[in-house]
């Protein structure tokens, strides 16, 4: 149930939540008190779950802001400042590596693929090959900027070839598509509350193979963002350093709840899937071409080309949209006239079918056809 408010949100997040985990936040907490402290364990222990690892090998590292944060501190605390990171881009996410990277003065070397193609591991491995400065490799999972899938156990497995440390930027598939951290080898996986785990925004958190991170300490080139110190927090006392997120942690438990009794991570992708395969069939049906090939499409969000042969006015149609409910995103590509729809969240089938409807109805008055003057 949706309250009355709330728009649909097609987004990839902040998405729809449901009802339950909005009211989790209906109280406070005390951020020193046992009770509080105890949830944080359970919700750390219960991550590690969702990626299918365990204690002593894996722990899990939970860090205040948006997800970017999150990345910003893996990156800016795992690579040493003798390391090299080498960043395979295929999207927005990837790039915004390399401007941490950058901004971070970590020796990095960024490698671009094209955006509608997954990173080639080929074309990784001859990098990897040329210099053997690398230390760590890192890359997107889903990149949200298209919907776009990288294999990540290939990559994984390439890193451990080479004898570098893997960091997975897996924002928006993880907890939406069943994966064992241990198994795609990364050492390092950063999510965040408001994605496929379906909380509400406030934190981060990054699934850690312990032995790498052990290492971390005293490397990070920020204190709030240190993710070494941030974990040894959590390992003394079980507290955060700084101010919590304590809502946005009550939430979040309650949404693990949700996820366990949805069946957990294969039942979550077996309705993004679901709800994504309607959407996409619909979409071509009213003529909306996909602008990543169903091979390397994930369930998590959609990019649409602008209709061919008509004058498309993006503006309008999501404005229509969103007075009838429904919010969609827009494209965030250079080179092609895009939007996106996400199918993340608390959103079902019917849901998907009430914001096609929508679409439906809006259509005619939108796509007008092209004069060409
Ligand atoms: C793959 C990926 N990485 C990083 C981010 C950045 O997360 P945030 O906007 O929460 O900082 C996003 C956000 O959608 C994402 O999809």
Known sequence: MHDQKSKLLFTPGPLS????????????????????????????????QVGAVQEPDYTTVLLQGSGTFAVEATLGTVVPRDGRLLVAVNGAYGQRMVEIAAR???????????????????????????????????????????????????IGELCSRY?????????????GIPFQVAEVKADFLISSANKCI?????????????????????????LSLDLFA??????TDGQFRFTPPTHSLLAFRQALRELAEEGGVPARYARYRAN???LRQEMRALGFET???????????????????????FTKFYSLLSERGFLIYPGKLSRAN??????????????????????????PALAKPDTGT
Not at 296 to 313: A, E
């Open 276 to 278: 994504q395969e309607l």
């Open 104 to 154: 971070l003065g970590i020796p990095h070397l960024a490698v671009e693929f094209p955006e509608n193609e997954p990173v080639s591991l080929a074309r990784l491995a001859s990098h990897l090959d040329q210099s053997p400065r690398f230390t760590h490799l890192a890359c997107v999972h889903c990149e949200t900027t298209t919907g776009l899938l990288n294999p990540i156990e290939d």
């Open 163 to 175: 004898g570098v440390g893997f960091l997975v930027d897996a924002m928006s598939s993880f907890g």
């Open 198 to 222: 379906e909380g509400v925004p406030g934190f981060g958190f990054v699934l850690a193979r312990r032995q790498a991170l052990e290492r971390c300490e005293g490397l990070a080139r920020s």
């Open 230 to 235: 941030q974990w040894r927090g959590f390992e």
């Open 17 to 48: 939540t449901s009802q339950s985990v909005k009211q989790a936040m209906l109280r406070d907490v005390g951020s020193r008190d046992a009770e509080f402290l105890v949830m944080v364990r359970e919700i750390r222990r219960e991550l590690l």
């Open 291 to 313: 602008y990543v090939r169903d091979c390397h499409q994930s369930p998590m969000i959609t990019c649409f080309l602008y209709p061919q042969g008509v004058t498309f006015d």
């Open 338 to 363: 895009t939007f996106r729809i996400g199918t993340i969240g608390r959103i079902s089938q019917a849901d998907i079918r009430a914001l096609l409807s929508a679409i439906r109805e809006i259509l």
